[in-house]
């Protein structure tokens, strides 16, 4: 199984970005997924969750009202729509399955939020 994450990069505080999550090799439909994230000498922190069908969505309360995950399983792909990113947004993100066992982590996609 492949996780290729894309779509972030530098924001200013306030700003949004939208990150992308296409998954190979694997039944992407059978699963609930996460994002989840990392930042430096912090340990990994879960994000955001959705079941296999869109239907049930969790969110850190942190990110509560800024970041909306969604899924399309026709293209094997998973969002996370960040707004009003805070720089303590700054993080590498990585999808991934919700539960063990997870698939390879991807490399994750480096989100910098300025001030």
């Known amino acids: 199984v492949q996780l290729v994450e894309s779509g972030g990069g530098v924001a200013q505080a306030g700003e949004s970005l939208r990150l992308s999550c296409v998954v190979s090799?694997?039944?992407?439909?059978?699963?609930?997924l996460s994002w989840s994230r990392q930042a430096p000498g912090k340990e990994r922190e879960l994000v955001a969750t959705i079941s296999s069908l869109g239907v049930s969505l969790s969110y850190v309360d942190s990110v509560k009202g800024r970041f909306t995950i969604s899924r399309d399983n026709t293209k094997n792909a998973m969002y996370l729509q960040m707004s009003a990113l805070k720089p303590d947004d700054t993080a590498v993100y990585y999808c991934?399955?919700?539960?063990?066992?997870?698939?390879?982590w991807g490399q994750g996609i480096q989100v910098t939020v300025s001030s």
């Open positions: 090799g694997s039944t992407f439909s059978s699963y609930a």
């Open positions: 991934n399955k919700k539960n063990p066992p997870f698939w390879s």
